[in-house]
């Protein structure tokens, strides 16, 4: 069964509470802990959250953007729904980008940034046979946006978070009808051998799989 973790906000740890609340409930959103649909209650996030209303609603403004949630006059602000027909566009942006951010990711990626890394492969070896697809889909999170990270451009790392997070959104819904996520997950193991070795062309080819694997999956489901 999902579970919600009912973060608490923290000041001076060097980000601002909007951010902080931005976060939270982008994860919230991507993981379907606020299912599609569902309306967003300012004041019951402000009290679960530990914060006044404005961060909440600065954070509702910048979700708008990353088409998780959508408001509308007089009726409030609502989770967007997942939508199966976006999942062609998502695949085709993600095609393009991804193996170029794995390249980049190998090639510009710091020894401190090849550490972390490591440090998630050997999670994802951990997790071989496991079969909480909610902990492996957060896993996979966490990898996408490591590499991301290592990529060293924020217009890029924006951009595919983004579509990753609505990516992600898709995974969540079919995940109940899903066989083999641990190994779907598991596939990042090599791509992030890749990255830490410098291999950018494997990098990147492993990339591609990846992304042209998952879109394959879901297919197979629809």
Known sequence: MRTQVNTQLSDGIGISLAEQAYRVLRDR???????PGEPINEDRLSSELGCGRTPIREALKRLTSDRLVAAFPRRGTFATDVNIADLAHISEVRRALEPMAAAAAAERATAEDRATLAELRDKLDASKGAEDNDALLRIDLDVHRSIYHCVYNPFLEDTLVGYDNLATRIWCVFAPRLSGMAGHVGEHGPLLTAIIDGDAEKAAD????HVTGFE???????
């Open 216 to 222: 394959t999956a879901i297919r197979a489901l629809i």
């Open 206 to 209: 492993l990339a591609l799989q």
């Open 29 to 35: 959103l991507v993981m379907l802990d606020i299912k």
